[in-house]
């Protein structure tokens, strides 16, 4: 009796071994690269967000980790009134209320919900360095115009802030703006300046940095001078995030 594998089982098994790997490999949860981060930009050493994250995005996030945002657990964000105010059942679903595009960006998020989606989608929150190298230094090779490689702009919008998403009449915008609907900016990004306030990594006690701005606020918010220190456990209607990852 020989005790060499006849053909055509061998066949047969590595058809099975094959069938049984790619049911394991499609039950698999989603590589990083599946989860958004492949629309991120390389800026000089990292890659990050073209636009704030969206509300599609952070929603595919709570559904993976199997919970409801802070916001919506504790009935709605807040908004500046006579003080904080909670709106009850604004969340990154109804920012102001209203049911949110899927392409809207999240707000209502709060820094340890930023920190841990960027962990989840294979990267992380920007520190200051990082996310002011991405905004106001133009780092593309061959950059469309006006934007010149090597020159720092003093806002994410190149040399004015003409083209974002602030306070007042001067754009089309009453609230937020949905991802990537102002102009591009330097390294080609969407909202670096307004729309959303973005949590960035940079810790002061309980609180963090945000950097950028947001449609409650003027162009002064938006240049490198203008971050600002917020809670880390508050989750507001104009504070959002988007994160860095390795180089591609
Ligand atoms: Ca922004």
């Keep these: 009796m020989h005790r060499s594998t006849h053909p055509s089982v061998a066949c047969a098994w590595q058809a099975l071994l094959g069938a049984v790997l790619g049911a394991v490999l499609g039950a698999a949860p989603a590589r990083a690269a599946d989860r958004g981060a ?45 003080g904080w105010e909670r709106r009850p059942g604004w969340t990154h679903r109804a920012p102001s209320g209203k049911p949110a595009r899927p392409d809207d960006p999240a707000a209502h998020v709060s820094w340890f919900e930023a920190t841990e989606f960027c962990a989840w989608a294979g990267g992380r929150l920007p520190d200051r360095d990082t996310w002011a190298e991405a905004a106001y230094v133009e780092r593309r090779a ?41 102009a591009a900016g330097v390294n080609g990004l969407h909202e ?13 006690g309980e609180d963090r940095l945000t950097a950028g701005g947001s449609w409650w606020y003027g162009a002064a918010q938006t240049q490198a001078s203008g971050m600002q220190w917020k809670p880390a456990r508050f989750f507001a209607v104009y504070v959002g995030f988007r994160c860095v990852y390795p180089p591609g």
């Design 192 to 204: 670096m300046a307004g729309n959303l306030w973005e949590w960035l990594a940079d810790a002061r």
């Design 38 to 82: 492949a629309d991120a930009v390389p800026v000089g050493a990292f890659r990050i967000d073209r636009t704030e994250v969206t509300v599609a995005r952070f929603d595919a996030f709570l559904k993976a980790v199997g919970r409801r945002s802070t916001a919506e657990v504790e009935g709605g964000g807040y908004e500046w009134g006579a």
């Design 142 to 182: 061959r950059p469309p115009a006006p934007f010149v490689t090597g020159r720092s702009y003093p806002y994410p919008t190149g040399d004015t802030p003409e083209g974002a998403n602030l306070s007042g009449a001067g754009d089309r915008f009453e609230r937020h703006a949905p991802a990537g609907s102002t």
